[in-house]
DNA sequence: ACCCTACACTGGACATTGTCTAAGTCAAGT
DNA sequence: ACTTGACTTAGACAATGTCCAGTGTAGGGT
């Protein structure tokens, strides 16, 4: 555990959104200023590889993580403003996936993403 | 409707795979040897624009195109090789996001991603 | 037929995101 | 003190996507 390793565990924790890795270096970097992207972008990868922190894609630009990585949820994402919200969906989406529909894979995960549009961007 | 357009239209039609946009664009200077990356990214958008193609995104690199936007349908992604199949899972997953649960969002989609293993790589 | 205009296309520069590498730093063990 | 190895740094690089200025080109109006 360094002083780099333990500001990026600082910086996800401490505000509960959902960062992406060059915002996640912005806040870090106002903590420990010569903190480099390289060491951020490692230090979440080993996050994610421990299973402390997860990978979210809601949008193609960059990646965000999620350190609520021990609660099972969806994302609900605002196609306007890109707002990301937790949300728990009833029943259990793998279940939904009938063995005539598996082709033989072995399916370990399911990743839901609701879109839609957020109440502020609804009544601008 | 230009060569060009046709072109494009052509090449994800011919193929019912998932192309990425600089695949679509090696296919197409195949048969049009001039053309040129911008064009096919502006088709490409025009024609998920028009709802003739989806979107998909189920790694973080390139964008997937699916020429099957009119069968509505979810993806099978193989974690090791990268394989997608399209699959139909039972149920509506919209209908399992309770009104608690959606925060004055206006939900219109959902986009549903399994992840797991293909028969090829387990064996492997 | 000839111009004009609007639109599409091209090529390349640019932006964003992420990965890699070579070199530097530091702490622990010998 | 030296060695070793893990960690960090800075920057080069790669992949993907977007933007823009200049160049066709197709069709309408004359």
Redesign the interface.
């Known amino acids: 555990m360094t002083a780099q390793r333990r500001v990026v565990a600082e910086v996800l924790d401490g505000e509960h959104v959902h960062l992406t890795a060059d915002e996640v270096h912005a806040r870090a970097v106002t903590r420990l200023p010569e903190i480099s992207r390289a060491t951020v972008y490692n230090t979440l990868g080993e996050l994610v590889t421990l299973g402390e922190v997860l990978?979210v894609?809601t949008d193609?630009r960059a990646?965000r993580y999620d350190p609520n990585a021990h609660h099972p949820h969806q994302h609900?994402v605002?196609?306007r403003c890109g707002a990301i919200?937790d949300?728990?969906?009833?029943?259990n989406?793998?279940a939904?996936?009938?063995d005539s529909?598996?082709?033989?894979?072995?399916?370990?995960?399911?990743?839901?993403?609701?879109?839609?549009?957020?109440?502020n961007c609804?009544s601008a």
Chains 1, 2 share one sequence.
Do not use: I, N
């Not at 949300?87 to 029943?91: K, R």
């Open positions: 990978e894609s193609r990646k609900l605002c196609a919200r949300v728990h969906p009833a029943g989406p793998l939904d996936l009938p529909e598996r082709f033989g894979f072995t399916v370990s995960d399911v990743e839901v993403t609701y879109r839609g549009v957020c109440p609804a």
